[in-house]
Nanobody, 123 residues
Framework: QVQLMESGGGSVQAGGSLRLSCTGP????????MGWFRQAPGKKRETVAT????????DYADSVRGRFTISLTSDKITLYLQMNNLKPEDTATYYC????????????????RGQGTQVTVSP
């Protein structure tokens, strides 16, 4: 079921930045929703950002709004998540995903997803 690949994770200190990238064997599909969600041990899965290619609308979790930015290249090859002012509570495995509807990503049931990349933020 893993059909996408993330990169760009790593370890940073609080206040630092990272940019996650996501690609697949083919371009992201038009008029689909792409998104990033994260999973930390002992915590509930959280959808941090989605972008609807049909409407160009981006939505963010309250916990990351103003700090994270999701974007898709115009050629629909790469999905990014720019993460600024990182906090220790952002520590998690981050997954990119694609589905027909953003609700499917938010419900944890996307059509495609990656294997995850680890982000660790130290105090």
């Amino acid at each position: 079921q893993v059909q996408l690949m993330e990169s760009g994770g790593g370890s940073v200190q609080a206040g630092g930045s990272l940019r996650l990238s996501c690609t697949g064997p083919e371009k992201f599909s038009e008029r689909h929703c792409m998104g990033w969600f994260r999973q930390a041990p002992g915590k509930k899965r959280e959808t941090v950002a989605t972008i609807d290619d049909y409407t160009s609308r981006a939505d963010y979790a309250d916990s990351v709004r103003g700090r994270f930015t999701i974007s898709l290249t115009s050629d629909k090859i790469t999905l990014y998540l720019q993460m600024n002012n990182l906090k220790p509570e952002d520590t998690a495995t981050y997954y990119c995903s694609q589905s027909w509807f953003c609700s499917e990503i938010e419900e944890g049931n996307p059509d495609k997803r990656g294997q995850g990349t680890q982000v660790t933020v130290s105090p």
